[in-house]
């Protein structure tokens, strides 16, 4: 399993937050389908043949919280529901692939500095660099 390089997950990673991109209106709940009796006894729902309800249910501060969705939005409303559960899939794949790319990082880098070691091991680390040198301008 050492065919993944920090160029193949940031590929991914690029291919997702392509789709990422294509999410379109989404709503923070699940979209359920309920059976519901009216109360009516002369209705068909008391001889075993409910109504349909459509709801959208969310948790609130751990209660459930629910919205009546009225019929003829429902086919939309079900699709702003699955928008949200694949947009909360693509974020956490997202996030996912920038942790494994970090952790490779670091990986990579302590194996380079590894060689470095190797190569110049009687070195010193410079301090030339980054050293202040305030004798500039004018
Ligand atoms: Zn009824």
Not at 3 to 29: C, D, F, H, M, Y
Not at 72 to 87: C, G, I, K, N, T
Not at 117 to 138: I, L, M, N, P, W
Request: positive net charge; aromatic residues 2%; glycine residues 4%.
């Amino acid at each position: 399993m050492k065919n993944e390089s920090v160029k193949t997950l940031e590929l991914r990673r690029a291919a997702l937050l392509k789709e990422l991109a294509t999410i379109g209106p989404l709503v923070q709940a699940s979209f359920c389908e309920r059976t519901v009796r009216c109360g009516n006894p002369a209705c068909r729902c008391a001889q075993g043949e409910p109504h349909r309800a459509y709801v959208l249910t969310r948790k609130v501060r751990g209660k459930t919280a629910t919205t009546h969705v009225p019929r003829d939005l429902r086919e939309e409303v079900r699709s702003w529901a699955e928008e949200y559960r694949r947009v909360k899939q693509l974020l956490r794949q997202i996030s996912d692939l920038s942790d494994r790319i970090i952790r490779l990082h670091v990986r990579t880098s302590r194996a380079v500095a590894r060689n470095r070691d190797r190569v110049r091991a009687t070195r010193r680390s410079s301090t030339g660099e980054c050293s202040d040198t305030t004798s500039q301008g004018s």
